[in-house]
C-alpha cells in the first residue's frame, strides 16, 4: 500500500483497469491518428518517482513525462490544490480578470526579470507568442527586420510558425511552404557571427534552446551563449531563449538562463511549469512588454484559473521546498556512475548534459535499450536515435536513482 498524507491509497486503486492492455491497443490503433509510435505500456498509476503500468508492473521514471511531471506523481499539495480550484472555478476566460493568472505571472516576474507575462497551453503556442513578437517588434521597431535565426538541431514545436524556426530536417518536412525570412545556422560562434555581421539590419531574433533537447541533449556552450548575447545587444534584436524542456528547475536552477547567467530578453515556458496540467508561458523583458497591445495575440485557454493555481503551486513546491538543491547532488550522482558505466561499456560514446537532464550517446540506434529498460522496470527514452535521454523528476531520491541507474546498466551490459 502507498499512502501520502491525503490519501490511502489501495492495492484496486493501483491495479484495478476496466480494459486490458490489448483492448486498449487495439482502440487506440482503430481510433487514434497514427502520429506517434508508442512503446507497449500503458501507465495508471504514478506515485512520487514510481509508475505502474495495467500489467500490475511497477517503473521507475528517469523521464517525468518529458520534463514535465518534475515533481513527480501523486503529490499531496498539487493535488489538494487541483481539487480546492476544481471546486472553486476551473475557467472564465481572458475576457475577465484572474486571481490565480496574477499570482502566478507575478511569481515568474519576480524570479526571473523585471517584465511581464503571456499565457498559453502549450511549448509550441509559447513559442508562437514569441514568434510573433518578434515579428511584431522587428516590423514597428527595427525598420521591418523580419529574420529569425535559429539553430541546426534546435526544436521549437509543431505548429507552423515553430517548425519553421526548428532545425530538424526531418520533422519539418512535408508540409510545404513553411514561414519565410527564417535563417537556420550550426550552433557555432563562427556561424553566428557570420550571420549577424552579414544580416544583423533584417534580424528581429535569435532563437535558441540553451540545452538542446529532442536534438540529443546538447548543451550550448557559455561562450556561445554570451556571444549570442552580445550579438544580439549589439544588433537590437531579440534573443529568446525556449527554456520549455530545460527550465523548471531541471538546471538546478530555477531557469536555465540562470544557470548559464546570461539574461535574455525573451524566455518560453511550458511542460513542468504546472506538473502535468497543460500550461504554456512567455515572459518578456520590461523594455519588450509594449510590443504587444489589446487584440495582437490571445487564448481561449491560455493562463485559465486551474491551469495557473497549480503552476503557482508547483513554483511554491520548487522553491520553498528547497527541491532545487537536491537536483545538483543527484546530478553530480548521476554523472560520476554514467562515466563509470561508459569506461566498462563500448557502445557508450558520450555523457552530456546539464542538472538532470542528461543524454547518454550511443554507437548505435538506442531503440534497443529503451525496450530492455522497459522490461527491466525503468522508463527512458530515446531522442536523436542514438541518444537516451534522462529526465528524472527532480524529487527523486539517490537510493531510488541508484536502483534506476542499475536497471540502466543492466540493460547496456546485455545489449554491449
Ligand atoms: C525545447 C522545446 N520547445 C518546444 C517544444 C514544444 O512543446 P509542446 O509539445 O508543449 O508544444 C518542446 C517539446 O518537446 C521542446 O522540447
Known sequence: MIMDSNYEYTSQDIFHIPLSFEE?????????????????????????????????????DFLSGISVNNLGYGEADLIEAIRSQADR?????????????????????????????????????????????????????KEGADIIVSLERSFHGRTIGALSITGNEKVRKGFGF???????????????????????????????????????????????????????????????FDEIQCGIGRTGSLFAFQYYN???????LAKGLANGIPIGAMIVKEDFTDVFTPGSHGSTFGGNHLACRVAYE????????EILDNVSALSEFFFRRLYQMKARYSIIKEIRGVGLMIGIELNRPCKDVVFKCLQNGLVVNCTAETVIRLLPPLILDLEVANEGLDRLERAIAEID
Open 178 to 240: 513553411l514561414l519565410p525570412n527564417v535563417e537556420i545556422i550550426p550552433p557555432t560562434i563562427d556561424a553566428l557571427e557570420k550571420i549577424f555581421e552579414t544580416k544583423g539590419s533584417e534580424i528581429c531574433a535569435l532563437f535558441l534552446e540553451p540545452i538542446q533537447g529532442e536534438g540529443g541533449v546538447h548543451p550550448l556552450s557559455k561562450e556561445f551563449l554570451s556571444r549570442a548575447r552580445e550579438l544580439t545587444e549589439q544588433t537590437k534584436s531579440l534573443l529568446v
Open 24 to 60: 486498449i491497443k487495439k482502440k487506440t490503433e482503430a481510433y487514434i491518428l497514427n502520429t506517434y509510435s508508442r512503446l507497449p505500456v500503458c501507465f495508471f498509476f504514478g506515485q512520487g518517482p514510481y509508475l505502474y503500468d495495467s500489467q500490475q508492473k511497477s517503473y521507475i
Open 89 to 141: 472555478i476551473i475557467h472564465s476566460s481572458n475576457l475577465f480578470y484572474s486571481e490565480e493568472q496574477a499570482l502566478l505571472a507575478e511569481t515568474l516576474i519576480h524570479y526571473s526579470f523585471a517584465g511581464k507575462v503571456f499565457f498559453c497551453n502549450s511549448g509550441t503556442e509559447a513559442n508562437e507568442a514569441a514568434i510573433k513578437l518578434s515579428r511584431k517588434y522587428g516590423l514597428e521597431r
Open 314 to 321: 508547483t513554483l511554491k513546491i520548487l522553491i520553498t521546498r
Open 262 to 268: 546570461i539574461i535574455p530578453d525573451v524566455v518560453t
